[in-house]
């Protein structure tokens, strides 16, 4: 009776030695993926923010080019009323509008990139709903055509209107990095 008796104190020691054993490597593990998880979610949150600095900045100076694509337009026909040489204003206005044409291209494919990273982020916490609606408000906003211009009669007058022109489109566009604050901000909520 004492040898089986012995033998169930060595079989419960056992088992409760094993217990102890993988409850520690599943606290361990459990531990260690909470740890990576928090270290990717703080990784994620720093391209979003790099991204959201790139649009901006992109945004800004896409505003410049547009408005100053116009403005050359309205020179060239200002010039052409003069009846002065205006193919330099064409071909300022065309450059100007190519090089607004890339950033365009350059801010969709960035864009795509800051998808990315958010749907990456919101699979990894399940905090889908808050994020995915402001990503949504980025996408269906109305992207206002600049003035043409065509009031405007004087070469001093352009410029002024030129630059009131600025100052209204980059009000209208700051609506994107607002947004982008608030899914930082939501972003920065599932971090622990």
Do not use: W
Request: hydrophobic share 35%; net charge positive; charged share 30%.
């Amino acid at each position: 009776m004492k040898q089986e008796f012995t033998i169930y104190i060595g079989l419960a020691g056992t088992l409760i030695g094993a217990s102890v054993t993988l409850a520690a490597q599943f606290l361990s593990s459990n531990l260690t993926t909470k740890r990576e998880q928090n270290k990717l979610k703080r990784e994620l949150l720093a391209e979003e923010r790099c991204l959201a600095y790139l649009l901006t900045e992109c945004y800004k100076v896409y505003i410049d080019e547009i408005i100053l694509s116009k403005s050359f337009v309205r020179l060239a026909t200002i010039s052409f009323d003069a009846q002065t040489d205006n193919h330099d204003f064409y071909k300022s206005a065309n450059e100007a509008l190519d090089r607004a044409e890339k950033l365009e291209n350059e801010i969709r494919i960035t864009t795509a990139t800051y998808l990315k990273v958010i749907t990456h982020f919101t699979n990894l916490t399940k905090r889908r709903e808050i994020i995915n609606e402001l990503f949504n408000q980025l996408n269906n906003f109305e992207k206002p055509q600049p003035s043409k211009f065509s009031e405007i009669e004087t070469v001093s007058k352009l410029g002024d209107a030129r630059k009131n022109e600025v100052v209204k489109l980059q009000e209208v566009y700051k609506f994107f990095p607002n947004i982008y604050d608030k899914i930082s901000e939501e972003m920065r909520k599932s971090i622990k």
